[in-house]
């Protein structure tokens, strides 16, 4: 794969078709590199280094002004300069990337840290500044693990030193510094961090260096046993719900607002979340999230049925809502159809979610709010572990897709097999709405490529495609119809 990207990328002398062929490959090109652990990346990071500068030779990518998939691109090689430590490679590719991202702050961190000429103080006088860097990428990228990786990447850095000359006592007061900021900077106190401090010295360095970079790649969390029969939550928390008067969204956000307010861990129940994508697997955490992001939900997504609720009106549909959670996204359709005073009758809604919790909550969410029966059916899997029986619906109803704050999810494999098990599992009218923030061209191109299978496959209508912000939420958003013969 490495040798054919590098070919390919030769072929091309211009920006225009490079970022045509990037718009076809990228979903395998991001699939390819996912894969590699770090031993088989270390094994072609001289092709990786060469695929750039055969960039900068051919003249395909510039100082800013790059088409987005070719932004997307460089994110991902900028990304593997920082785990590789491709110092030379970092320095040069940083002025092609867009301005203010998360990466280029990384990758400063990582210049800083590799140029270092005497390690007895340069780690130590260097290291607020270091840490600072790392904690100012984190306000424009939601995924908190990334900045972790990179803290762990400059602690391995300079244990590795520390072991090769054999300074335990170095060693031991570089670690100190990580306690002695921990309260300045929030990075410092994420249990990972904490973790792999604690345990790694100069003693246990060399057996233990590899096994850490190679976990630090799997990014997604652990995933829990999933559960074939859940049933809706049955407690004090629904006996409440139930005796909401009007029970609107807003209203049930609101007991998860007066839950977090009661309790004093709401901070570090903030750090759990990873920025909302962990798997939940504690009770606090379901009240946490509601009230961290559940007007951020309604907004987006209240602005995306806008746009398409009109082609659904006097209409029988179905629901299919993705990694949903709390089923805050049906949830909120269900409100906004009730709000609106509109006629669409939901037939049935399939929920898809890794969290037995998060499902079973959810479903009482919808229990609460629906006025007609509805059909649940829940899919108790993380999106890579679907199969297409998981997707079928066996009616003619159009089905409604909600894709909120997914779609852009690096956690799965957004590729021709994933895409075919929608399009195998679906039939007729079937209505997409994609929304996620707007975090970088990498991440969006996982919208746009989403888009773009369909629209070469099959009969596809553009509904809505936008990228500016609402109120003080970012937003990436591609809202469309498929016809699927």
């Not at 072609?44 to 990518?61: G, Q």
Request: proline residues 1%; hydrophobic residues 40%; aromatic residues 12%.
């Amino acid at each position: 794969m490495i040798n054919n990207l590098k070919k390919n990328i030769l072929k091309y002398q211009n920006t225009k078709d490079f970022s045509i062929y990037l718009e076809n490959n990228l979903i395998n090109i991001q699939s390819y590199f996912n894969d590699l652990n770090t031993a088989k990346l270390n094994n072609v990071k001289v092709e990786i280094e060469d695929i750039f500068y055969n960039l900068i030779d051919n003249k395909t990518i510039h100082n800013q002004g790059n088409p987005k998939f070719i932004n997307a691109f460089l994110i991902l090689l900028a990304e593997l300069f920082e785990q590789l430590k491709l110092t030379s490679a970092i320095i040069e590719i940083i002025p092609y990337l867009p301005e203010n991202i998360a990466i280029s702050y990384r990758l400063n961190a990582v210049i800083l840290y590799s140029k270092v000429n005497d390690i007895s103080k340069e780690y130590h006088d260097k290291f607020e500044k270091i840490i600072f860097l790392i904690e100012k990428s984190r306000e424009n990228e939601q995924f908190i693990y990334k900045a972790i990786n990179s803290v762990v990447y400059f602690y391995l850095n300079a244990m590795e030193n520390f072991t090769r000359t054999n300074r335990d006592d170095l060693a031991k007061s570089f670690q100190k510094l990580f306690v002695e900021y921990n309260l300045k900077y929030d990075i410092l106190r994420e249990k990972k961090i904490i973790e792999i401090v604690s345990f790694l010295n100069i003693d246990n360095y060399a057996n233990n260096n590899q096994i850490i970079r190679n976990k630090l790649l799997v990014t997604n969390n652990r995933l829990p046993n999933f559960i074939k029969n859940i049933v809706i939550e049955n407690n004090h928390y629904s006996k409440i719900l139930k005796r909401i008067q009007n029970p609107t969204f807003l209203k049930i956000r609101e007991l998860s607002v007066d839950y977090i307010r009661d309790i004093s861990n709401s901070n570090e129940l903030h750090y759990q979340l990873n920025q909302g994508v962990t798997i939940i697997e504690k009770k606090d955490l379901l009240y946490k999230y509601l009230f961290s992001y559940g007007k951020m939900h309604k907004a987006k997504l209240y602005s995306s049925f806008d746009t398409v609720i009109h082609k659904l009106k006097n209409k029988t549909i179905n629901i299919i809502d993705w990694g949903c959670g709390q089923a805050l996204a049906s949830s909120l359709l269900i409100d906004y159809i009730k709000e609106k005073n509109i006629n669409i009758i939901i037939s049935n809604i399939t929920l898809i979610e890794p969290s037995f919790m998060a499902l079973s909550r959810g479903m009482l969410h919808i229990d609460v709010l629906k006025d007609s029966e509805i059909d649940i059916k829940v899919v108790n899997k993380d999106i890579d572990r679907l199969e297409e029986i998981d997707l079928k619906i066996h009616n003619d109803n159009i089905t409604l897709h909600l894709f909120s704050n997914i779609l852009d999810v690096e956690f799965f494999r957004l590729d021709k097999g994933f895409l075919e098990k929608i399009s195998n599992s679906q039939q007729k009218f079937n209505y997409f709405i994609c929304v996620s923030p707007n975090i970088n061209d990498k991440r969006n191109a996982r919208l746009d490529m989403f888009y773009k299978y369909f629209d070469e496959n099959y009969e596809t209508e553009i509904i809505s495609a936008r990228d500016n912000d609402i109120g003080i939420y970012k937003r990436y958003e591609k809202v469309f119809k498929v016809h699927i013969r």
